[in-house]
């Protein structure tokens, strides 16, 4: 599996540095370009820095060996990070994000808000939307190692706006010894997507069963190497079902928490198990997607078991606004759930216009729990 993600990628043995590495080891010292290089001459710098880039050309993220995955895993499961305290989740569980990056590479091609062609891969191999990223590096960065790989990631993820996302594995974590009410609990993860959940859970002290299932079949494939990876970093077993939540039935789930798939808000795949090629409009996805998963999961609960979802109101491409929050609530609740609790998840502001953080503004979504 590692060789045919390493095909995908496009990684070449002289890229490989190390058990972890970007590619562009052997052009870090071409790559120290400061801001006083930028202010003398922009475009040149630019310049120069997009013919570094294109030199090598892999997507500016950390790759990994298979030892150097399962030295990621084991390395993350010991790591440090934020807990829900007083309903809330804070900032700065971060760690394990460029494991699943690196992963799944199809979260790199899927298309945010349907717009096509605007994932993070196809922005870099973009010559316009590479050398924007640049720009965004020397104008709105600050110290040192301005356009190596990290900060070029980043800066790529600013350019035109919207970025498919994967679940923080660390806020997994959280969430899951918060919420799930037995040590060596069963947790079914309705909607497995890109591992961030099953990284974060797998990985807790508290030694969960989890349960994983996703209805796209590239997603499982790598989902099922991230859960060897695990088992060998750490012991923890998994089980992962290519299938779909409206037709999976769980059993003795102690817990079941997922961030459901929106009815059109990122395009994952044109197989047609995907929620934005079944259903043609939001009350299509609340009838035949949300209601058939949520009596699903209320059967197959405990009789003290927990039903959370992380879910939020959002926009489409053309900025069509969809109201889903209060009426998952009003559909769970129908079913037999009293919502319990709101988890506040919070969520980094970008730069730019209209996110000045001194004045108080906070961006967050919410987890919202239910019991029987």
């Known amino acids: 599996m590692i060789e045919e993600l390493h095909n995908t990628w496009n990684i070449q043995k002289t890229h490989i540095a190390g058990d972890e590495f970007t590619g562009?080891?052997?052009?870090?010292?071409?790559?120290?370009?400061?801001?006083?290089?930028?202010?003398?001459?922009?475009?040149?710098?630019?310049?120069?820095?997009?013919?570094?880039?294109?030199?090598?050309?892999?997507?500016?993220?950390?790759?990994?060996?298979?030892?150097?995955?399962?030295?990621?895993?084991?390395?993350f499961s010991h790591s440090k990070y934020n807990t829900v305290q007083s309903n809330v989740l804070g900032l700065g569980n971060n760690a394990g994000q460029k494991i699943n990056r690196f992963l799944f590479p199809n979260m790199m091609t899927a298309e945010p808000k349907g717009r096509g062609s605007n994932s993070l891969k196809d922005r870099f191999y973009n010559d316009a939307k590479l050398r924007r990223a640049i720009r965004i590096c020397f104008e709105f960065r600050d110290g040192n190692n301005l356009v190596y790989p990290t900060a070029m990631r980043r800066a790529l993820e600013l350019v035109t706006g919207e970025n498919v996302t994967n679940f923080k594995a660390q806020n997994a974590k959280a969430i899951v010894e918060y919420l799930?009410?037995?040590?060596?609990?069963n947790v079914y993860d309705y909607s497995a997507g890109y591992g961030g959940r099953l990284l974060g859970i797998t990985s807790s002290n508290?030694?969960?069963?989890?349960?994983?299932?996703?209805?796209?079949?590239?997603?499982?494939?790598?989902?099922?190497?991230l859960q060897q990876i695990v088992q060998e970093a750490t012991g923890v077993q998994s089980e992962i079902y290519c299938t779909t939540s409206e037709e999976y039935k769980p059993s003795s789930a102690d817990l079941a928490f997922s961030s459901p798939p929106y009815f059109n808000l990122e395009k994952y795949s044109d197989e047609p198990t995907q929620c934005m090629v079944r259903y043609r409009s939001l009350d299509e996805w609340f009838d035949g997607y949300a209601e058939?998963?949520?009596?699903?999961?209320?059967?197959?609960?405990?009789?003290?078991?927990?039903?959370?979802?992380?879910i939020a109101d959002y926009k489409s491409y053309g900025n069509k606004e969809y109201f889903v929050v209060d009426r998952w609530i009003q559909l769970a609740e129908k079913l037999g759930f009293k919502h319990v609790e709101t988890i506040k998840m919070m969520l980094n502001t970008r730069p730019g216009v209209g996110n000045?953080?001194?004045?108080g503004r906070e961006k967050f979504e919410g987890v919202y729990v239910f019991k029987k």
Not at 211 to 225: A, F, M, Q, R, S
Not at 356 to 359: I, L, V
């Open 180 to 185: 799930c009410p037995v040590v060596w609990g």
């Open 24 to 75: 562009y080891e052997s052009v870090y010292d071409q790559l120290n370009f400061t801001k006083e290089d930028y202010d003398a001459d922009p475009e040149g710098t630019i310049d120069n820095v997009f013919n570094i880039y294109r030199s090598i050309n892999l997507v500016p993220i950390v790759y990994f060996t298979e030892q150097g995955l399962v030295n990621a895993v084991r390395d």
């Open 206 to 225: 508290m030694r969960y069963n989890y349960v994983g299932i996703d209805p796209n079949t590239e997603t499982v494939k790598h989902l099922n190497y």
């Open 292 to 310: 058939p998963t949520i009596k699903n999961i209320y059967e197959g609960l405990t009789t003290d078991g927990i039903f959370a979802t992380n």
């Open 356 to 359: 000045n953080k001194t004045e």
